[in-house]
Each structure stands twice: as C-alpha cells, then as structure tokens.
C-alpha cells in the first residue's frame, strides 16, 4: 500500500490549484493508494536561515527552527510519492512552498549526517495554476529542485492550467492532472519493490579507478579530433 | 537486458562533457546494461521546422525531414534509457542538442496519432559541462521538456561541471556522473517490468463523473474560507 | 541625483550577499548617487494572499496586509534604481525576497488602477550567492518578472559567486559586483531625463488600424511559402 | 537616427511569430526608427563549435566559421536595438534562433580580445509565440543571455501569445508587441547619447582598494549577528 501526500499551497481551497490537486489525489486513491491533503496556509512554516553556510553538518532533521514543518517533514518521511500544488506567484510558486522547498534541505543533506538523503527515491509531481503565464519556469526548477534532493519524476508529472474561469470545465487538464496522480502512484508502487540505495557512495572507488581507462580514450580521441579543430583555429589566430 | 545510450552533444570528443558521459555509461555497464554513445556533431540533423502548427497529425515518426535523425530515432526506441550530455552553450544546450529535442517531437507527438507517446517510460539523465554558469537552467529545462514526453526523471539524473580545468581531477564530480549512469540503469530495469501505459487517456470519462464530487467540496471550502478573505479585500476596496 | 537601494534578502550581513551589494552600492555613490542597504531578514513581511484571483483591482498600494512591507514598499517609490541581493535557496532566492516579489504586484497592478505599474522604468541589478549552483536559475526567473513589472535591466546587471571561501578574494566577482551598482545608476540617470510613459495603452488604436495592413503582408508571405511547406507536409501524410 | 533589427526565428513567415515581429516594428517605425526584418530560415547559419574552450581568444568576430552568420553579424553591428522573435520549441528558442545566441559569443567575447563587449549598449527585445506553454521559460533564459552580453532590457521588453488560433484577433496580445517596439526604440535613442562605457574594467583597482573597508563592516556585523546564530545551531549540534 502506498502514501500520496499533497501538499497545497495556494490559500484558496476553493480554487483551481485545490481542485486539480483533489483529482490527482482520486486518481491515486482509484489504484489503491492512501492519501493526504495538507493545506500549508494553515501551517506556520517559517523561513529557512541557511545554517549550512555557516555548518555544512547543523542542517538536519528535524531542522534548528522549532515550528509546524516538523509536521510537514513526518507526513513527508511517510509517504512513498508528494504532489506540490501551488499557484503561480511571478513564474514561480507560492512563498509558503518555497519555504516548504527550503526546509526540505533538513532531509536532503542527511546524506551527509547519515549518508542518505531520507527523500531519495519518493515520487513527486507538480501542479501550478495561475491566470497568465510562467508555468514552465515554476515547473522546471521544481524540477531541478525535488530531483537534485534525491525524488524521482515519474512520466507527465506535470499539470497546468494557466487561464481565468473554472477549471472543472476543461477536460482535458482535468485528465492530465489525474494522470499525475496515476503517475506518481504507479512509480510509487513499482519503487517500493527496490530495496538499495539510488546515489551509491561506494562508487567512488571504482571512479578513481577508472579514470586511466577514460583518460586514455579521449586522448586518443583529442589526437584525431583536435588535430582538425586546430587547424581552424590557429589560422584565424594568424590572421 | 536494458540498453542506455548516451547522445554526446560535444564537438570536443575529448573534453570535460564526454568524459563524464563515458563515466555514466561505464557505470551502466557495471550493472549489466548494453550501452553506446553517439557523436551528434558526426550526424547531418537539420531543424524542425514545425509542421505541427499547420497540421497537427503531419508530425510523426520518421518526420518528414529525410537526415540522420532517422537513426537517432532509431536508437532512441531500442534504448529503456538515455543520457544527454551537453557542453554549456549560453545556459542552454548545444545547436545540436537542441535540434534533436526539437525532432523529438515526432516520436513524442505520436500519442495523437498511435494514442501512447513513443517515448513513454524511458528513463533519462541529463549532463552538463561548461567552463562558467548556467547548468542549473540548462538541466532544469531539459527536466520539463524530457518529462513531458514521458521520459522518467531517476533520482540524482544530472552531472556538471561548471570550472576549467580536467574534470578527471574533481572525483566528487565523477561520482555524481557515476550515478546518473547507475540511477538511469536501475531504473530502467525497475520499470521493464512494467508493462502498463502510464498516461491514461481512458481516465477521460472517470475524470468527467468526479468532477461533481470535487464540486462540491470546493463549494464548501469556498463557504469558509472565502467570506474570511472577502472580508479583507472588500475592506479595502471600500476606502 | 538618483537614488539607490539595496534589498539584502541574506540573513547573514557578514556573508558573501551582503559583501557584493555593498560594493555595487559603493561604485554607485562612486557616481554620485544616495544610496540605502535594507536588511530584509530584520523587517515583518508576510505572504502574498493572491487577492487578484478573487478580484483585480483589489491589488493595489498599499495593498490589504498590514506589515513592514508598506515601508518597503515606500522606499522603492522613493528609488530611482533597486538591486536585489540574495542568497541561492535550490536555484532561487530567499523566501523573504520571493515574498517581496509576490508583494510588489501591488505597485505592478497599478496598471489596472492608474494607467500605470508604479516600478515603471525602475532600473534594477541582481545579486546572487551561493555554494554550489543555480544561479543563472534564479537571475533569468527574477529578470523576467522584473522586467513584466516594469524594471529596466541595464548592460551586465548580474554578479554571482558560487563557490566555498570569501569572496572579498576574488577580484573578478568583486569587479562584476561594482559594474552592476556602476550601470544601474548610469541608466538610472539616463532614465531621469525621460519624462514620458514606456508602456503606452493608448497604441491601442493604432494596433487596431494596422492590423489590416499586416494581415495583407502575412497572406502574400502564406501564398509563397505555404505551398512549398505543404508539399513537403501533405506528402507524408499520404504515405 | 535609431536602428531596429527583428530577427524572425520561425520558418512561417505567414504565421504569429512574424505578425508580432511586423507590428513591434512598425512601432518602432512610428517612433522615427529605420527597421528592418532577417528572416534567419533563409540564411545559412552552423552551430557554434566552442573554440573557446580550446582557446579562450580564438572566439572573435567574425568567428572561424565562413556562412551567412557574417551578415547578421554586420547587421547586429549596426542596429541600435533587436528583437528577438522566435516560436517556442520545446520551452526555448527554435534551432536558428539557438545558434545565432551561440554565434554571438564571437562578439561578446570581443571584451577579451578588445576590451569591450561588441553588443554593450545595445537594446533587446523578445517575442515568443507558441500552441502552449513555456513563453517565459524561453524568455527568462534569453534575457539572462542577452544581458550577460551586454545588452539593455528596456521596460516590458516581451510579448509572447500561446494559443491556436491568429493572433491579429487579440488586440491586448498585440498592444504589448506594440509596446516591445515601443520600448526598445525609446531605450535606444535615450542610450545614443552616452558616449561612455557601462562594464568598467577600471573599477578593478577602486575595488581592491575598497576591501578593506568591506572587510572591517562586515566583520562588526558579524560579531552581532553570528553570536546569536551560532547560539541556535551549536545548541541542535550538542544534542
């Protein structure tokens, strides 16, 4: 059985990021999976203050900061996959789920406490809803963001909706924000399988190993390539 | 037996881009993959030129455009996983890179014509070499663009590199390209066994009946919570 | 004489942020201007609540939350040119600079108010800091929505350091910071002189009258080039 | 006298792309400016091959690479301002648009060899035009390019539209085209009377006199400041 967590950031509850987030959410439930939905605006989540820049080792779980995000961290550490749902605020997402991204670096950088990131291998989907443009943007560097921190993306983990008027009159969003739903739950359920761990640590000896064989490969290829290419060059250089 | 191919998007066959590429493709192999790389910069692939915004069927597999792209396609359906590596061009791929993004279209296009996009469910990663900025913003829109054809987005999928100097004498960075091949490899081995689609479009109908259900949920939100925030705002237009 | 102000989103007025915006905002006095550091980790700024998806017009200055943001917002009225400067948090800025952003439609939607976003022909600079990357991410996301708002960004008004270690060590860094503070203030006097609106809604009409003409050009391009794309296309499609 | 150029990234000269390009520059044309269109689908334009990374001097106009990229070159040179106007492939810009950015590193990097970036002053605009989504994702990105080479973002510099359909039925959608011509020709006359430069390697010898000064600041700011972090993190550290 696994655990779909949502996690909303816009403060209207009744609007269309809510209302895509739901379906996503009856989409998991459709193929079994338990789910969540946190409404962040009644959270108090305060803002990250970058300890680690300070002390690469002071940012862990449960963070230094003592407020509701100890909450979100253990619904987080719970679930198997989390959809963000946010409305786009200036191309990207709303303050509280940025500072919900912020404080996420507490389970991330346990790969250096623990030699783990404690989200490696959770699936997570994004959903943005504004009234103009921007959702690509907000949705690439969620992207870079949950993938960099350890989370899969699984295939069309994305839905959007970027124009006034309701949203449960357009199908065809509807069906793509279901899709996420079934996306992260299908991932979620073929990774619960898999019992080792994603970034291995130990490849490191194996790396410095290697590195003679990679070496002389590419300089066998700088001799044929280079050759040419210098060519071109240095007789611009002459000139 | 999962097969990674790794699109090497450098002219430099000996630089800092290839010889993490060759690193990632070294670590599939370790976990039993088949692997190969193509040199984009030996193909003759020529632009998209956009058909789809004449005739939205006329983009498909093979395209219309008679080049090299052909085989590339080719390699991409036998492949479960690829990895794009990419010098730093302007915070963005290299031309070539991007010419094949764009003829991708073809195969990820097909979900209007065959009803699956070609591309569903395979497994990419993303590497990114320059001597300066801009990996982020390259990585995270190859993350957007990748996803919405229906490529999986693996846990820690991206390797850079962003200073001068041999790559080869920064081992964290070769570890980081080590596990893009081993994250991309595990992957496509966890997901062989599925043999499902992963974008529904038979949803559509299901989509349709709840619709109401999540009607009247926001409806009831909206009850609470709007005449809190209606409050405030009417306030103020009121002065 | 032009006014300069400099929005510190660091927490740490003793890190690498603080140190770059201070020397921008040393060369911009170098030119003659007054200029202001405000410490926004020292002021109360809440969440935008997205009042405009209710109802438009209901954004506006001083907009209906009552914090440390109307001072905020005072200043930047008062400014001829602003530099951000903030720390990268996974590939974007802090959650008191993003909340400042989200604030600022209340000066931008003036347009809908007044005819005109009070930021108008603002000039601004962005500053960003980090240990790792991500800062091409999150300069390009703040100049767009800087630029919609209605900011200029004069020539290289971009200065990054994305490295471990002082960057009152690194000549380079610090040499880009000081020509961001030098062309903010030099287009901010140039802009001084320019007395009339930049975005002019009255060019409706026009557009409106020379729609026919480009109409009439477009369909004789259609004629041309049209033909020779749909041979290309039209022949696939029967294949 | 000021000189627009619009450069037209699509290969439908009959299609939205180029009737925003047409309308912009017309604006620009009613504000006394000569314009001009490039229609870079006729023009033979070869992907940058990264010399720079061999040899950091060797990139220089007009580039080792003998086609058609010496006359946008030339005409670059001339214009006072240039919109960008490009369909969205992929969340970015279509291929030709991609290798002219790429080329034009041969005149940024004129800072190197010359000591000032060739584009330095110059004005930019951008025009976007899709079916569907990414418009600032493929703005923010050029943004950050252009003024990383030097040029000048005016006020409301961009205009995309993402739907089907023709674009001459959207009178807002063509208004802000309007206003980009608008906007980037009042720039380009108000900059055509500074005679100086913006990037001042000069500044380099004031900057290393200023550090000192910075130094001794922020370490006072860090004698208040840091004792009361430290207090927190070293507090969670002994637990």
């Given at each position: 059985m696994v655990r779909i967590l949502g996690l909303n950031g816009?403060?209207?509850?009744?609007?269309n990021t809510y209302k895509l987030l739901k379906i996503a959410l009856e989409a998991a439930k459709k193929l079994g999976a338990t789910t969540e939905i946190i409404n962040l605006y009644e959270y108090d989540i305060k803002d990250c203050i970058g300890c680690l820049s300070d002390e690469?080792?002071?940012?862990?779980?449960?963070?230094v900061i003592n407020d509701d995000m100890k909450r979100i961290y253990d619904e987080i550490l719970k679930a198997n996959g989390v959809i963000f749902a946010t409305p786009i605020y200036w191309f990207s997402p709303s303050g509280v789920i940025k500072r919900v991204i912020d404080r996420l670096t507490a389970l991330e950088n346990m790969i250096f406490v623990?030699?783990?990131?404690?989200?490696?291998g959770k699936v997570a989907g994004v959903i943005a809803v504004g009234n103009d443009s921007g959702e690509i943007q907000l949705i690439s560097l969620m992207y870079a963001t949950l993938n960099s921190m350890g989370f899969i993306i699984p295939p069309f983990a994305l839905s959007f909706f970027n124009m006034r008027?309701?949203?449960?009159?357009d199908d065809e969003t509807l069906l793509e924000a279901a899709n996420v739903g079934r996306s992260v739950t299908l991932m979620a359920k073929l990774v619960s399988e898999f019992k080792g761990?994603?970034?291995?640590?130990?490849l490191r000896e194996w790396v410095s190993k290697i590195k003679d064989e990679i070496k002389r490969v590419t300089e066998e290829n700088k001799e044929k390539v280079f050759r040419e290419r210098s060519k071109i060059i240095t007789k611009l250089m002459r000139e």
């Open positions: 816009s403060p209207r509850t009744y609007g690469p080792l002071a940012c862990r779980y449960p963070c623990s030699g783990r990131s404690w989200v490696e008027g309701d949203v449960l009159n761990v994603w970034f291995d640590v130990k």
